[in-house]
């Protein structure tokens, strides 16, 4: 990576910009708020010395009108001992600006007192600003007039003023520095913090990318958004390596399971080319063949509407069925079946059980279970299905007095491609993973009870209602054709 590139990158970042945008907001604010503070402190600190020279005026007026310009003079010459800590200037004057006379002037050396003369402040109310020789500060003056008319001035310097404001600048500088890096560095922190879970899905996506598909996002239990969005994408992860996991599960079972099928195909050829060239073996070979083929076939159907179901894309033809007429027609089907067998299937159905479902999919599920039913079922045994009207769902049970199912394959036989009993009753071992795939597609549940030797009772439920997910589902546009066992 080029070094400009490498300089440029931790700019580019979400986390610096979030901190370089709350540094900059708060110097702006703070910037903001001192030169505010700066300019109500200097109208104040102005205002002040104007009341102060108001005030002043007032008490040389009261003395002049008690005593005259006697009373006035003593007034401003007694304090003449603690002058230097009185701001104020003083200066009696006639209307024809005459017999001008400025009390202690040592003290306003800095200014240039003789251009009073040639300034224009002669009209009672008006202010005059005098500045001292180095144009520092000024001396504020303030014409006021006696009773008589007799006029005098009052002034103040803005030197202190000015100092005050002065010191409020250098404190300004002395704290802005240090609390400006305080919030770049808060900012920093902040946006650290923030963005955590957001680092901690970036390099795990790079794990996973890398191969490691066991990798998760870090928790931080702080729980916002971004912290849930880690939570979210660790149960998607796992759900991705659990499909991934069954899809590999599935080939490598396909793919075992279709070497016997496959074999068998190319031997049953191999073996018309061998024997006679007649009509009636080739006939015999190729029907053996198209048998192999349908077996084949419907093997990839079922374990493709299996992985359907479970991706939640399973096309169905949502309708309102009656349950009881379907089921009829399947076990009428299965008796002969079930006569040849010597078992007897039993029915247990009310009037009607209605339910918004796919039928082609209900009868999948429902054929299935019979098939297994009669399959694992000894000669003279018995097989029932009866459906219920339960509050809000309908139950359909299926029943057997077969060889039951052993308690570690319980789980099991949900599994694709998993074959339980005896070796003489082993199919296509897809038969229960359809009946789960199909049931759950339709928000329904389905359970076994059964022990060795003590048979088998399946139980699916189903919602007799249309649920909001049932309404969204995939229509086709041609119904798919039922799959049976």
């Not at 703070?30 to 503070?37: D, E, I, Q």
């Not at 024997?275 to 063949?289: G, I, N």
């Not at 079946?337 to 009868?363: W, Y």
Request: glycine share 8%; net charge negative.
């Amino acid at each position: 990576m080029p070094l400009i590139q490498r300089i440029l990158k931790p700019v580019r970042t979400i986390g610096f910009k979030i901190a370089a945008g709350y540094s900059l907001l708060f110097a702006f604010s703070f910037v903001g708020l001192t030169v505010f503070a700066y300019l109500f402190l200097e109208t104040t600190l102005a205002r002040q010395d104007r009341r102060m020279i108001a005030g002043e005026v007032e008490s040389l007026q009261e003395q002049y009108r008690t005593g005259g310009w006697e009373a006035f003079y003593r007034r401003v010459t007694e304090i003449d001992s603690y002058r230097k800590n009185n701001p104020f200037f003083t200066r009696s004057l006639k209307r024809d600006g005459s017999d001008s006379l400025i009390f202690l002037p040592q003290y306003w050396k800095d200014f240039d007192l003789a251009s009073l003369e040639k300034m224009d402040g002669q009209t009672p109310g008006k202010w005059i600003r005098l500045p001292n020789r180095t144009q520092t500060y000024t001396l504020e003056i303030f014409t006021a007039a006696h009773p008589d008319g007799s006029l005098f001035q009052v002034g103040i310097s803005t030197e202190d003023r000015l100092s005050d404001l002065q010191r409020y600048k250098e404190s300004f500088l002395v704290i802005s520095i240090p609390l400006i890096l305080l919030a770049a560095g808060g900012g920093a922190l902040l946006s650290r913090r923030a963005l955590l879970p957001l680092r901690n899905l970036i390099l795990t996506m790079e794990s996973i990318e890398s191969g490691k598909m066991d990798a998760r996002v870090t928790e931080t239990f702080t729980g916002d958004e971004l912290d849930e969005l880690g939570r979210l994408f660790n149960r998607m992860i796992g759900k991705i390596n659990k499909l991934i996991q069954g899809m590999k599960g599935s080939l490598d079972s396909v793919a075992h399971d279709l070497r016997t099928p496959m074999t068998r195909f190319r031997n049953l050829a191999e073996s018309a080319l061998q024997k006679d060239h007649t009509a009636a073996a080739y006939r015999e070979a190729l029907q053996e063949c198209l048998d192999e083929s349908d077996r084949i076939l419907r093997m990839l159907h079922m374990l493709m509407d299996i992985s359907e179901a479970e991706a939640g894309t399973l096309r169905l033809r949502i309708q309102e069925l009656n349950l009881v007429q379907l089921a009829r027609e399947i076990v009428d089907m299965y008796g002969y079946v079930a006569e040849e067998r010597d078992i007897r299937i039993r029915t247990d159905f009310p009037g009607e059980a209605l339910l918004v479902a796919d039928a082609d999919r209900i009868s999948q599920v429902i054929a299935n279970l019979l098939d297994n039913a009669v399959k694992f079922t000894d000669p003279g045994g018995e097989v029932g299905v009866c459906i219920k009207n339960l509050p809000g769902r309908v139950q359909i049970e299926v029943s057997d007095s077969g060889i039951g199912i052993p308690p570690e394959e319980i789980l099991k036989i949900w599994g694709r491609l998993y074959r339980g009993g005896s070796d003489a009753h082993k199919g296509l071992g897809l038969g229960l993973s359809v009946v789960s795939a199909v049931v759950h597609a339709h928000m329904g549940q389905v359970q076994v009870s059964s022990a060795p030797g003590s048979g088998s009772i399946f139980t699916v439920e189903l919602p007799v209602y249309e649920h909001p997910r049932l309404e969204t589902a995939f229509l086709s546009e041609k119904p798919p054709s039922p799959v049976f066992p």
